[in-house]
């Protein structure tokens, strides 16, 4: 569909507009909009579950408590068996930071040392270079650096738990966001069908055609990538557990909740698991290849068999633009950010890709060239 140049502009400055003052408000109610937006997240996620339950004979209405319920039960039982099992390896964790950090300093000052004195000794005398480090050196220069980055993780741990306004936004996102994700269920295509009885006429079928787009991108992406980080979080935690890795199961936890990222979790996961694995193994190397031998199955896995089939190129994000959509989302709005950003990611993605497209086409862009066309 072709517009004029004044259309365009009128449309883009509609849009944008609209745009600025959605963000405005998100701004301004900040936490207070968190569960709601998070049971949309969740009724979106879960609609084709609802979809293929109706399929067996199931009204829209029980296939949605039956969902919900399942889900429900199954946030039960993650803080009832996981959560403290979670708190008390971080609290131990950010305790011993300090500890491995210098060790690990520490062993690769002994063994850089070693290694230089060995094979590249002469070559420093020649240039009057050779001054090796000591272990006390490398602890004065980062000593302080860790133990206050160890300080700060406990100080955020215990402003999480303790603190009253958070404990209530988080009693309320426990409470609303299953309320709000059960009636989005129930309505999802009513509500889809009086927003599109909503849009303008003229432009109907191309704003259409762009929430197509928008939502193969979302569907692709957020499910699949769930997906992807479960199946992560369980390979890592169990898998780093059984080889006998201290935080074993907070590692895998956190390398599977930050796969939402393609390639954060995975370098997460395998910097902590082989720091770890090098201090509590060391001078063997057995746990060390453990170590990097889980990580590295969970990574080729992920890499050559779930994205590909789950995920695929239906976002059309590069990754750098995902981390930053993220990093910025979760800047201005928190907890909220982090829930939308991938969603407005894609969709400012898909809405550049054809306003592009728009002025590839249009008179402003091609010049004096359109008209010399014979």
Same mark, same amino acid.
């Given at each position: ?110 063994? @850089? ?19 090796? %480090? &000591? *272990? #006390? ?24 738990? *303790? ?12 409470? =609303?966001?299953?309320?709000? #994700?059960?009636?989005?269920? =129930? ?51 169990? @898998? %780093? ?10 590692? +895998?936890?956190?390398?599977?909740? $930050? ?13 902590? *698991? ?10 063997? !190397?057995? %746990? ?17 068999? !779930? &994205? ?21 989302? +979760?800047?201005?709005?928190?907890? $909220? ?12 993605? =898909? ?11 249009? &008179? ?11």
């Amino acid at each position: 569909m072709r517009f004029g140049q004044v259309t365009l502009e009128r449309q883009i400055l509609f849009w944008g507009l609209g745009l600025v003052g959605l963000l405005l408000i998100i701004y301004l109610l900040g936490s207070t909009i968190t569960p709601f937006a998070a049971g949309i997240v969740l009724g979106y996620l879960l609609d084709p579950v609802v979809l293929k339950l109706q399929r067996f004979g199931f009204s829209r209405l029980g296939a949605s408590l039956l969902i919900l319920t399942v889900f429900v039960l199954t946030v039960v039982l993650f803080f009832i068996l996981v959560v403290p099992v979670l708190g008390g390896q971080f609290i131990a964790f950010a305790q011993h930071l300090p500890g491995y950090a210098m060790r690990l300093q520490a062993i690769a000052v002994e063994e @850089g040392n070693a290694f230089i004195a060995k094979y590249g000794g002469h070559w420093l005398d020649a240039l009057g270079l050779r001054q090796q %480090l &000591s *272990s #006390a050196q490398v602890q004065k220069s980062v000593g302080d650096f860790v133990a206050q980055s160890a300080q700060w993780l406990l100080d955020a741990f215990t402003r999480l738990v *303790s603190g009253g306004a958070a404990l209530f936004n988080f009693l309320s996102l426990l409470i =609303v966001t299953p309320v709000v #994700a059960f009636y989005i269920l =129930v309505d999802w295509h009513r509500m889809i069908a009086k927003l599109d009885s909503w849009l303008p006429l003229d432009h109907r079928e191309s704003l259409r055609n762009i929430a197509r787009e928008i939502n193969h991108a979302l569907a692709g992406f957020i499910r699949g990538q769930s997906i992807v980080c479960l199946f992560l979080g369980i390979w890592y935690s169990v @898998g %780093l557990t059984l080889i006998g890795l201290d935080y074993g199961f907070l590692i +895998g936890v956190v390398g599977g909740l $930050l796969s939402f990222v393609p390639y954060v979790g995975s370098l997460t996961a395998l910097v902590l *698991s082989l720091s770890v694995a090098l201090f509590q193994g060391w001078p063997s !190397l057995k %746990l060390f290849l453990l170590a990097l031998g889980v990580v590295g199955t969970g990574q080729f896995l992920e890499g050559n068999v !779930l &994205s590909p089939q789950l995920v695929g190129e239906s976002i059309g994000l590069h990754p750098v633009w995902l981390m930053f959509a993220l990093l910025a989302f +979760g800047q201005l709005f928190g907890f $909220l950010g982090l829930i939308i950003a991938v969603p407005t990611a894609a969709a400012i993605g =898909v809405i550049v890709r054809h306003l592009i497209g728009l002025y590839l086409t249009s &008179s402003f862009y091609r010049g004096r060239s359109e008209l010399e066309t014979p």
